[in-house]
């Protein structure tokens, strides 16, 4: 099996199939070294081509209380006061660095989701 370059969609498919007849190779096998290698290719190529930004930190929290029931009185033991969990739902006040362990800790959420991304310049 020739190993290339990934430079598009279609190169990308190619590698996918390779992929999938090489899954569950005997490792330390030659074809478990061109499975690790097809990966890695993949994976680069994923991560500049359809790269997943992080979702919004109030949307995280707010599919977290879906899945899980909570209703907003719920968040108060971890965000504060009724009002403050309103004005953080409604974005007119930023999570704290304390908020955001809270949350992390009673919800699951990834702090790096919870912290968002940085607003960018225009």
Request: no cysteine; glycine share 4%; net charge positive.
């Amino acid at each position: 099996m020739k190993l290339e370059p990934i430079r598009n969609d279609r190169d990308h498919r190619r590698a996918l199939r390779q992929i999938e007849k090489l899954w569950g190779a005997r490792r330390g096998s030659p074809e478990a070294k061109t499975l690790e290698i097809l990966v890695t290719l993949v994976d680069a190529y994923e991560a500049q081509h359809h790269a997943i930004d992080r979702p919004d930190p109030v949307e995280a929290i707010r599919f977290r209380m879906e899945q899980e029931g909570l209703t907003r009185s719920d968040l108060e033991k971890l965000i504060g006061s009724r009002a403050r969990v309103s004005e953080i739902l409604n974005r007119r006040r930023p999570l704290t660095v304390a908020m955001i362990r809270r949350l992390r800790d009673a919800l699951g959420i990834s702090a790096d989701v919870l912290i968002g991304r940085e607003p960018s310049a225009a």
